[in-house]
C-alpha cells in the first residue's frame, strides 16, 4: 500500500522508468538493471511494467544522441543549482515542469500507483532530472516515488543531500545498491509491521530522529532478465549509426545486443577497484545449462545472437570459463558475445573453446605493466603470463581489449614508459586500448585503507550541488588526496592528467582506439575473422576517448585543465 493506500502492493500497479541520461551517449542496448528487476518482481506476484525514457528521448531527439562533451538547454537547465533548488522548494519553473513533462509524455502513468525511478548511474545533471520527474510525479500525480539505480557509492551525488531531496518531497524511499531483493522487502515491510531495519540499501528519514542508512546489497539475485514492455525495436541499431561517423559498410543490418549477467561480484581484489571492497564478497554465478537456455529463449523471442556480458570477470575460475563454454558449445547456441576477463590461468586450447562458445571480445584488467604499480594494487596477475594468454587469445581469433589506469598512486614517469614499452611489444595482440584516469573509489580497498596503500588526507570533493569555487570539481574526482612521501594533491592532480596525456597520446599513435561493440557484432558477423575486424579501418583515433580534452571536460569535469590550464 502507498502512503494514501491501504491496496496491499501485488494489487497495485508499479511502473519502472530508466531516467534519461544527459551525460553520456546513448549505447542502444537495453537497461539489464530495470530487466532483472522485472523479473524478479513478476516472479514474485508484483503487477511491474518497465520503460526506457533514455531511449525514447534519444529516438525522438529530445536530446542529442551523442551527448558526451555536449551542451544544451535541458542540461544547461539541469546544472543552474540554485534555480532547480527553487524549483525543489517548491518554487514556479514553467520551463522545468515542461522539460519534465516533455520526458514522461513518452510514457503512460494514469493508471500507475508506484513509480520506480532509475538513474543513470554518474551522471550527475541526469540525477538532478531524475530527482525533478521525482518531485513533479509526487505533486502533480500524487503518486508513490521509489528512487535508485545509482547502484554503486562512489557515483551517488543524490545521497550527498538525501535528507533535503526527501524532504522537498522529490522521493518517497531512496535505495542504494542493487534493487531487485530491496524492492521485495520493502514492499513487504510497509505491508506488515512497517519495520524498515531488514531493507537492504534503504535511506530513510524517521519522523522522530536522524536519517537511517541500511547496508546496500551488492549481489544480484539469479534471475534471468525479463525486457518485455522496454521499448525493443528502439535498441536495434546499425553499427554507428547515430555517431558521427557515416556507415562504413552500406550492407550492414540493424543489429540488436542483449545484457546478461552469467556471474555476480568478483573474486579478485584489486586495491583500486570497487569489486575489492568488502561490500562485494560473496560471489554468485548461474548454472552453465541454465543460462544456456536462457539465452536460448532471449535468441529466439528477439532474434538475435548478440550478446553483452555485463560481469565482472568471464573466469571467476578457470572451471567456471570451461564448464560456461562447454554449456553454450553444447547447446549448440550459435551467438556472439563480449565479456570482461582476468589474465591467468588460461591457455590456447580453453581460449580456443571460449572463441567457440561465440566470444569475440574479452576486455582484460592490465592497469599498469610496471611491477612496482602490480604490487600496490595487488592485481595478481603475472606479466609473462598475461602477454602469453594475450597471444593466445590472439591466435584462437579473440579481439583483445586492454584496461588501463593513469596516474595510480605513486606512479612515476618510470611506471609510465614501462606500460607503454609494453603496449608497443605487445601491439600485435592488442586491438584496444581503454584508457582511464585514476580516482580514488569508494568503497575500494584503497579508499578503505589508504595508509596501506601510501594515501593520506583523503577529502570527499565538492559535489554538483556544493561546488567550491577554490577546488577543481570534477565528474571523475570524488575524493582528493596526498601520497604518503609523494606528491600533494594540487600536484597529483596535475600528475594523474600528464600521465593521461602521455598515455593517450600512445593510444592514438599505436591506433588503439578501437571499435564500438555493435560494430564488432557486425564485422565478425559478416567476416568471420579477426583481422577483418580489427584491420577494417585505417584509422580509428576517433574511437579513442579523452577524458581530459574537449569533449571531457565540458559540463561534467574540470572547467580548465590542470596541466595546459586551458580548454583545447
Ligand atoms: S579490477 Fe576487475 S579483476 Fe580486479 S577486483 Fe575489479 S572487477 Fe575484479
Given at each position: 500500500m502507498t502512503a494514501e493506500s491501504s491496496t496491499p502492493f501485488k494489487e497495485q500497479r508499479l511502473k519502472i522508468l530508466r531516467c534519461p541520461s544527459l551525460m553520456y551517449n546513448y549505447s542502444g542496448i537495453p537497461p539489464f538493471g530495470l530487466a532483472t528487476i522485472t523479473a524478479m518482481l513478476t516472479q514474485h506476484g508484483y503487477q511491474i511494467e518497465q520503460d526506457d525514457l533514455d531511449a525514447k528521448c534519444a529516438a525522438d531527439e529530445l536530446f542529442p544522441r551523442h551527448r558526451w562533451g555536449k551542451q544544451f538547454p535541458a542540461k544547461d537547465l539541469m546544472l543552474d543549482i540554485q534555480r532547480v533548488r527553487r524549483y525543489w522548494e517548491g518554487?514556479?519553473?514553467?520551463?522545468?515542469?515542461?522539460?519534465?513533462?516533455?520526458?514522461?509524455?513518452?510514457?503512460?502513468?494514469?493508471?500507475?500507483?508506484?513509480?520506480?525511478?532509475s538513474c543513470i548511474e554518474g551522471d550527475d545533471a541526469a540525477a538532478i532530472m531524475a530527482l525533478c520527474i521525482g518531485k513533479h510525479i509526487r505533486d502533480t500525480m500524487n503518486k508513490m516515488v521509489i528512487l535508485g539505480g545509482e547502484a554503486f557509492p562512489h557515483m551517488m551525488p543524490i545521497k550527498s543531500e538525501l535528507a533535503y531531496f526527501y524532504e522537498n518531497g522529490c522521493f518517497d524511499y531512496y535505495i542504494q545498491g542493487y534493487g531487485e531483493v530491496p524492492l521485495l522487502n520493502l514492499f513487504e515491510a510497509l505491508e506488515s509491521d512497517g519495520v524498515?531495519?531488514?531493507?537492504?540499501?534503504?535511506?530513510?528519514?524517521?519522523?522522530?530522529?536522524?536519517?537511517?542508512?541500511?547496508?546496500?546489497?551488492?549481489?544480484?539475485?539469479?534471475?534471468?532478465?525479463?525486457?518485455?514492455?522496454?521499448?525493443?525495436?528502439?535498441?536495434?541499431?546499425?553499427?554507428?549509426?547515430?555517431?558521427?561517423?557515416?556507415?562504413e559498410d552500406a550492407g550492414t543490418e540493424e543489429i540488436l545486443v542483449?545484457?546478461?549477467?552469467?556471474?555476480?561480484?568478483?573474486?579478485?581484489?584489486?586495491?583500486?577497484?570497487?569489486?575489492?571492497?568488502?561490500?562485494?564478497?560473496?560471489?554468485?554465478?548461474?548454472?552453465?545449462?541454465?543460462?544456456?537456455?536462457?539465452?536460448?529463449?532471449?535468441?529466439?523471442?528477439?532474434?538475435?545472437?548478440?550478446?553483452?556480458?555485463?560481469?565482472?570477470?568471464?573466469?571467476?575460475?578457470?572451471?567456471?570459463?570451461?564448464q560456461m563454454a562447454d554449456a553454450f558449445i553444447r547447446h549448440d547456441l550459435d551467438i556472439m558475445w563480449s565479456d570482461c576477463a582476468y589474465l591467468r590461468n588460461l591457455d590456447l586450447p580453453l581460449l580456443q573453446k571460449i572463441r567457440k562458445s561465440g566470444?569475440?571480445?574479452?576486455?582484460?584488467?592490465?592497469?599498469?605493466?610496471?611491477?612496482?604499480?602490480?604490487?600496490?594494487?595487488?592485481?595478481?596477475?603475472?606479466?609473462?603470463?598475461?602477454?602469453?594468454?594475450?597471444?593466445?587469445?590472439?591466435?584462437?581469433?579473440?579481439?583483445?581489449?586492454?584496461?588501463?589506469?593513469?596516474?595510480?598512486?605513486?606512479?612515476?614517469?618510470?611506471?609510465?614508459?614501462h606500460t607503454i614499452e609494453f603496449l608497443h611489444r605487445n601491439r600485435p595482440y592488442i586491438d584496444q586500448m581503454y584508457l582511464n584516469p585514476f580516482s580514488l573509489i569508494t568503497g575500494s580497498r584503497m579508499e578503505k585503507m589508504p595508509e596501506k596503500?601510501?594515501?593520506?588526507?583523503?577529502?570527499?570533493?565538492?559535489?554538483?550541488?556544493?561546488?567550491?569555487?577554490?577546488?577543481v570539481y570534477s565528474w571523475i574526482q570524488r575524493y582528493t588526496f596526498d601520497e604518503v612521501d609523494g606528491l600533494p594533491w594540487k600536484s597529483k592532480i596535475r600528475q594523474i592528467e600528464e600521465s593521461y596525456r602521455r598515455l593517450h597520446q600512445v593510444q592514438l599513435e599505436l591506433n588503439l582506439g578501437g571499435h564500438d561493440l555493435h560494430f564488432l557484432f557486425h564485422r565478425f558477423n559478416k567476416f568471420k575473422h579477426k583481422h577483418?575486424?580489427?584491420?577494417?579501418?585505417?584509422?580509428?583515433?576517433?574511437?579513442?576517448?579523452?577524458?581530459?580534452?574537449?569533449?571531457?571536460?565540458?559540463?561534467?569535469?574540470?572547467?580548465?585543465?590542470v596541466v595546459s590550464n586551458r580548454i583545447n
Open positions: 518554487g514556479d519553473d514553467p520551463a522545468v515542469d515542461d522539460i519534465i513533462e516533455e520526458v514522461l509524455s513518452y510514457t503512460e502513468l494514469d493508471d500507475i500507483d508506484v513509480v520506480l525511478l524498515l531495519d531488514n531493507v537492504n540499501g534503504l535511506v530513510y528519514f524517521p519522523e522522530d530522529g536522524d536519517s537511517i542508512e541500511n547496508r546496500p546489497l551488492f549481489t544480484r539475485p539469479e534471475v534471468i532478465p525479463d525486457f518485455d514492455g522496454l521499448p525493443m525495436h528502439l535498441y536495434y541499431r546499425f553499427p554507428d549509426d547515430w555517431g558521427n561517423q557515416a556507415t542483449l545484457p546478461v549477467k552469467l556471474n555476480f561480484c568478483c573474486p579478485m581484489n584489486c586495491a583500486f577497484c570497487i569489486s575489492s571492497g568488502d561490500a562485494f564478497t560473496k560471489v554468485t554465478w548461474m548454472k552453465p545449462d541454465v543460462v544456456a537456455n536462457a539465452i536460448k529463449g532471449l535468441v529466439e523471442k528477439y532474434d538475435t545472437r548478440y550478446f553483452m556480458f555485463a560481469d565482472d570477470l568471464f573466469n571467476i575460475s578457470r572451471r567456471f570459463a570451461e566470444a569475440i571480445r574479452l576486455v582484460w584488467g592490465v592497469e599498469s605493466t610496471s611491477p612496482k604499480m602490480q604490487k600496490l594494487i595487488g592485481k595478481g596477475i603475472k606479466m609473462d603470463e598475461a602477454q602469453q594468454i594475450l597471444k593466445w587469445s590472439h591466435q584462437a581469433g579473440i579481439y583483445n581489449s586492454v584496461e588501463i589506469i593513469a596516474g595510480l598512486p605513486h606512479e612515476t614517469d618510470e611506471d609510465i614508459e596503500y601510501g594515501i593520506t588526507n583523503v577529502q570527499p570533493v565538492a559535489t554538483i550541488f556544493q561546488r567550491n569555487p577554490d577546488e577483418l575486424v580489427s584491420d577494417f579501418q585505417t584509422s580509428r583515433e576517433h574511437q579513442g576517448f579523452d577524458y581530459f580534452g574537449r569533449d571531457g571536460q565540458r559540463g561534467h569535469s574540470p572547467a580548465k585543465s
